[in-house]
């Protein structure tokens, strides 16, 4: 399973960016998706995850301002980032949790991360 995030930029402060995640491959299966980031200096923090039936949950400090979806057809992830802030700033990775089935119908379950995607809000 590979990840492929998309959708980061410059933006000022209020604005708005939409980042995206598609995940391919072959024979495999998403459980929880989530997106996390990670500002220099900082630790990788989460910041939504969303479960595939739609439960999702987020951190303190974006509820309210930022909206995870995901589209199971498409194998695909969102989040919506409203009213960004500059402590907004960072890198963006995605991640999934899934279930893949070699040729001989083996499952394999793993955790696959995104290659990442800047976000940067000035102020």
């Known amino acids: 399973v590979q990840l492929q995030a998309s959708g980061g930029g410059l933006v000022q402060a209020g604005g708005s960016l939409r980042l995206s995640c598609a995940a391919s491959?072959?024979?495999?299966?998403?459980?929880?998706m989530g997106w996390y980031r990670q500002s220099p200096g900082k630790q990788r923090e989460m910041v939504a995850s969303i479960t595939s039936g739609g439960t999702s949950r987020y951190a303190d400090s974006v509820k309210g301002r930022f909206t995870i979806s995901r589209d199971n057809a498409k194998n695909s992830l969102y989040l919506l980032m409203n009213s960004l802030k500059p402590e907004d700033t960072a890198v963006y990775y995605c991640n999934a949790d899934y279930i893949a089935y070699l040729p001989d119908q083996t499952p394999v379950v793993g955790r696959e991360w995104g290659q990442g995607t800047q976000v940067t809000v000035s102020s």
């Open positions: 491959g072959d024979r495999f299966s998403i459980n929880d």
